[in-house]
């Protein structure tokens, strides 16, 4: 391998990394916060995806306006999903695996609506950022460095938020404690909804950014939800910041791997490294074994 196939193998990594990186966070954050594995997470892309490629296509809108509109929109969906599905089954005994079945009964819905509404068809859309950047003999196009520089922003913006702020001290202790936190006068039903809608948002950024490069159908999310469970594992269950650490590594594991064999074992390797943590640190890369 030359010195430049090694840089492109490794920005390559980093950006499909990236990808993982914010739909793994958006889990780890929802269940960090709320104990709620959401099988839905992957129809939050799905559905951003949609509405960015009606906006920018069928209704003409500049590409920024389509994207800031896809993500509120999003973030709005989700918020709704959880105050009148998800918020009422918590608030029963035993909510743990009903909550499983109904997110992923509410997965299959979307997915299902979504073929109603827009077909089974593979529609797609034009990049945001043509042409290609050249540094020598190493060559990227601007629609691959514009994910990683996105995901980047929307991620440091989203640290920001939980550790620098208000609302993210109310996240925080929200999910030590919900009931504590409520008696000291935070309301964690809403704190509950708000993170829903960021972790929505996060996994739209992802996917309007991706969009261009894939298909845009009713089933994209699936296999990049699987990873992000993987991410989650790998990072820690409910760590934000192990999610995205996890992310970009399998990310980079993955790139390696594939430009070192073919692209059939991605998957393999992926999940036999996740495999092989689960074995070694069952309780993740990135946290400690009291986390």
């Given at each position: 391998m030359t010195g430049a196939m090694l840089i492109e193998t490794l920005l390559n990594g980093l950006i499909t990394g990236s990808i993982y990186a914010l739909v793994g966070s958006g889990i780890a954050l929802i269940y960090g916060t709320t104990r709620v594995l959401n099988f839905a997470h992957g129809e939050a892309m799905m559905i951003a995806a949609y509405l960015v490629l009606i906006g920018s296509t069928a209704l003409g809108l500049p590409p920024v306006v389509a994207a800031l509109g896809a993500i509120v929109l999003?973030?709005?969906?989700?918020?709704?999903?959880?105050?009148?599905?998800?918020?009422?089954?918590?608030?029963?005994?035993?909510?743990?695996?009903?909550?499983?079945?109904?997110?992923?009964?509410?997965?299959i819905f979307l997915q299902s609506a979504a073929q109603l509404i827009w077909g089974?068809?593979?529609?797609?859309?034009?990049?945001?950022?043509?042409?290609?950047?050249?540094?020598?003999?190493?060559?990227?196009?601007?629609?691959?460095?514009?994910?990683?520089?996105?995901?980047?922003?929307?991620?440091?913006?989203s640290a920001w938020?939980?550790?620098?702020t208000r609302l993210g001290q109310m996240i925080r202790a929200t999910?030590?404690?919900?009931?504590?936190?409520?008696?000291?006068?935070?309301?964690?039903?809403r704190v509950h909804t708000m993170v829903f809608a960021m972790s929505a948002g996060l996994a739209a950024v992802g996917a309007i950014m991706l969009a261009p490069?894939?298909?845009?159908?009713?089933?994209?999310?699936?296999?990049?939800?699987?990873?992000?469970?993987?991410v989650v594992i790998l990072g820690g269950l409910g760590s934000f910041g192990g999610a995205v650490l996890a992310g970009l590594l399998l990310g980079v594991?993955?790139?390696?791997?594939?430009?070192?064999?073919?692209?059939?074992?991605?998957?393999?390797?992926?999940?036999?490294?996740?495999?092989?943590?689960?074995?070694v640190r069952p309780y993740g890369l990135f946290r400690g074994r009291e986390g």
């Amino acid at each position: 391998m030359t010195g430049a196939m090694l840089i492109e193998t490794l920005l390559n990594g980093l950006i499909t990394g990236s990808i993982y990186a914010l739909v793994g966070s958006g889990i780890a954050l929802i269940y960090g916060t709320t104990r709620v594995l959401n099988f839905a997470h992957g129809e939050a892309m799905m559905i951003a995806a949609y509405l960015v490629l009606i906006g920018s296509t069928a209704l003409g809108l500049p590409p920024v306006v389509a994207a800031l509109g896809a993500i509120v929109l999003t973030m709005a969906a989700a918020a709704l999903m959880q105050r009148v599905i998800i918020a009422p089954i918590m608030g029963r005994d035993d909510w743990a695996f009903r909550i499983i079945a109904v997110t992923i009964g509410l997965s299959i819905f979307l997915q299902s609506a979504a073929q109603l509404i827009w077909g089974e068809s593979f529609q797609g859309m034009p990049y945001f950022f043509e042409g290609v950047l050249v540094i020598g003999p190493v060559r990227m196009p601007w629609q691959r460095i514009a994910i990683l520089v996105v995901a980047g922003l929307a991620l440091g913006l989203s640290a920001w938020l939980l550790y620098r702020t208000r609302l993210g001290q109310m996240i925080r202790a929200t999910a030590q404690d919900a009931e504590a936190a409520q008696a000291f006068g935070i309301p964690a039903g809403r704190v509950h909804t708000m993170v829903f809608a960021m972790s929505a948002g996060l996994a739209a950024v992802g996917a309007i950014m991706l969009a261009p490069l894939m298909s845009v159908n009713p089933w994209m999310g699936v296999p990049y939800l699987l990873k992000a469970f993987a991410v989650v594992i790998l990072g820690g269950l409910g760590s934000f910041g192990g999610a995205v650490l996890a992310g970009l590594l399998l990310g980079v594991v993955e790139s390696f791997a594939v430009a070192f064999t073919a692209s059939e074992w991605r998957d393999v390797i992926s999940f036999g490294l996740l495999i092989a943590v689960i074995w070694v640190r069952p309780y993740g890369l990135f946290r400690g074994r009291e986390g």
